[in-house]
């Protein structure tokens, strides 16, 4: 049965998706239903669709305690909404119910593992917030809580070891066919650390391993942890809080980290390879990922910073929107993105240049819009004499513009969006150092409404970016100090089958 606290959440977000038209949203970027959004939780493959929930305050378009969005969708792109599936009704999450996965079932039943809040009283008049790990069990759209919630909490973790952080369980199979959950913790020196779980049946839970620790390198506490198998490697994904810049690599505060290794599933150890960023612009937190029916691995993430929240006001319907989803992949021991190739579907009205100099400032007719693919290969026209500087402008009108540009001098590519028409001075620029093959960087960049994605090289690294630039503002220009030669392939995006 589900409880009134549900019942007056669904009753809600009905009611107040209404008031929100089609236009006012993305077209093909994932955003709540009404009110707040953060991480994605729950993505999963069930009953022949994708399953998206989402960290969701319905009430208002700023975090309040944590509810479960739904979305599901049969490419990715085009999501359809249903009920919310979880809310704060239980002593254990009465504070919350945090992030976390799905799995399915050998009934056929979709299993959900997420972290249930409680705020407790402790002394001197303080509060204190105790995590545990909850599950619930439903049919796709309505989710039972266990009656043993909750599943994991302070006794099941290594001593010393924080209550208040310890979140964000990532389910999947071991080869054997038992489960393991991945949970975000912080051990007594303060920083972050993996814990590794495994369980028979999904509902009872031993602790098995500290899989990795932080040891004060990459921030802080390491939320939103997913451990994975790709092309050979073992990938593990978390997202760090406060961390500190490394040359060109974690600028964000709040960001994603990669690391890529080996993973012994006797002992639990995951032993890191390599690490890098995972995204290189301002709004990128808390992917997930998935294994598709056809073998991809799939990620998305939640297209937004902690720290850029006031970039839209509180007073507009929604808030936070998924970036598009990515394929991975591991090559020369780096994780690349591309972006899911479902959305070539999506392609309407090619339009193409070759071999274009640009010198001074330049715009090509048909190459605009705000829901548009457009890949783009920037080479200098004289090796021997370089450009200064290639720059790029979209969302673009006489008071309004985000750019791109690019130093070959010193390899470094920019996203900037202080002219985006934001009225507060919060994080606008991104740098990032890219490579380039003989003086050639490739681009694709997509939008979409109220975001600018940027894939470099194949996807070597990706830029993103949240933009609330107002939609007539549609142009697209090109610049260059010194002479370059680029070729252009646009096409805008749409739903809408071809006339």
């Known amino acids: 049965m589900s409880s009134q ?3 007056e959440a669904r009753k809600y977000e009905e009611t107040s998706e209404k008031m929100i038209t089609k236009e006012e949203r993305p077209d093909f970027h994932l955003t709540p239903r009404t009110g707040w959004m953060n991480d994605p939780n729950g993505f999963s493959w069930y009953q022949g669709r994708y399953h998206m929930f989402y960290q969701y305050y319905p009430y208002e378009s700023k975090w309040g305690p944590m509810h479960w969005g739904h979305a599901v969708s049969r490419d ?5 909404y249903l009920p919310a599936a979880l809310a704060p009704d239980e002593f254990y999450d009465k504070d919350g119910c945090f992030s976390g996965s799905a799995i399915e079932l050998p009934d056929g039943k979709q299993l959900l593992m997420y972290t249930g809040v409680m705020k407790k009283h402790s002394g001197y008049g303080g509060v204190q917030e105790v995590q545990a790990q909850c599950i619930a069990v439903g049919d796709g759209v309505d989710y039972e809580k266990y009656e043993n919630n909750p599943v994991l909490d302070e006794k099941d973790i290594p001593k010393g070891s924080s209550t208040t952080d310890f979140r964000d369980p990532k389910i999947g199979k071991r080869k054997d066919g038992t489960y393991f959950c991945v949970v975000g913790n912080r051990p007594a020196d303060g920083s972050g650390q993996i814990l590794y779980f495994v369980s028979e ?5 031993q602790f098995k391993s500290i899989l990795a620790s932080n040891r004060n390198r990459f921030g802080k506490m390491w939320e939103c942890p997913d451990l994975f198998e790709l092309d050979g490697r073992w990938v593990l994904l978390t997202s760090p809080q406060d961390m500190l810049p490394k040359g060109y690599e974690y600028h964000n505060g709040n960001g994603t980290l990669c690391l890529i290794g080996d993973f012994d599933e006797e002992t639990g150890i995951f032993k890191e390879g390599c690490d890098q960023a995972v995204d290189y612009g301002i709004d990128f937190y808390a992917p997930q990922t998935l294994l ?9 993430g939640w ?3 902690w720290d850029s929240c006031g970039i839209r006001s509180c007073d507009e319907p929604w808030f936070g929107q998924m970036s598009l989803p990515r394929e991975l992949s591991v090559r020369d021991n780096r994780l690349y993105q591309a972006p899911v190739r479902e959305l070539e579907q999506m392609r309407r009205d090619k339009v193409e240049y070759r071999d274009v100099k640009v010198s001074g400032a330049l715009q090509l007719e048909g190459i605009e819009g705000r829901q548009v693919d457009m890949e783009l290969t920037i080479r200098p026209e004289d090796p021997e004499n370089p450009y200064r500087k290639f720059s790029v402008r979209f969302a673009q009108d006489e008071s309004c513009h985000t750019s791109l540009s690019f130093r070959p001098g010193e390899s470094i590519l920019k996203i900037d969006r202080k002219f985006s028409g934001s009225r507060r001075a919060i994080i606008h620029q991104r740098r990032s150092q890219v490579k380039t093959v003989d003086g050639e960087l490739k681009l694709r960049i997509i939008l979409d409404r109220f975001s600018a994605e940027v894939f470099v090289n194949d996807g070597q690294q990706v830029l993103s970016a949240a933009i609330y ?4 503002a549609k142009e ?7 002479a370059v030669r680029i070729d252009v392939v ?3 995006l749409s739903f809408r089958p071809e006339k």
């Open 201 to 205: 049946d999904g509902f009872h839970w």
């Open 476 to 482: 697209i220009a090109f610049a260059a100090d010194g």
């Open 490 to 492: 646009k096409y805008d």
């Open 5 to 7: 606290t549900l019942r």
């Open 292 to 300: 598709t029916p056809d073998g991809r691995r799939v990620m998305i």
């Open 303 to 305: 297209m937004q910073n």
């Open 76 to 80: 990715l792109l085009c999501w359809e």
């Open 469 to 472: 630039t107002k939609q007539e």
